[in-house]
């Protein structure tokens, strides 16, 4: 049974930082590449960031230099760290094992101006 657990969401002003965590099980984390996709109300969802396996990663336009998407396979867990966060970023940040397409439940970021 695949599970991916999101934490860390939640309140915080513009110009903070927050770092997101997500928590696999289930899959075969080391070979997995991982994704950061998010949602805001009223908008489509939209891809973040993603790792894989050996590391590599890529950035949407609008985080690149801001966000920073990381993984511990000894943990099997990956985080996505959000510094400067604005207003904009404001949405449900999900968690995605992009190899098999399973997706985390979300959570909340809220960024107040």
């Known amino acids: 049974q695949v599970q991916l657990v999101e934490s860390g969401g939640g309140l915080v002003q513009a110009g903070g930082s927050l770092r997101l965590s997500c928590a696999a099980s289930?899959?075969?984390?080391?070979?997995?590449?991982m994704a950061w996709y998010r949602q805001a109300p009223g908008k489509q969802r939209e891809w973040v960031a993603s790792i894989r396996g050996s590391g590599t990663t890529n950035y949407a336009d609008s985080v690149k230099g801001r966000f920073t998407i990381s993984r511990d396979n000894a943990k099997d867990t990956v985080y996505l760290q959000m510094n400067s966060l604005r207003p904009e970023d404001t949405a449900v940040y999900y968690c995605v094992a992009l190899s098999s397409n399973y997706w985390g439940r979300g959570t909340q970021v809220t960024v107040s101006a």
């Open positions: 289930g899959i075969i984390f080391g070979i997995s590449t």
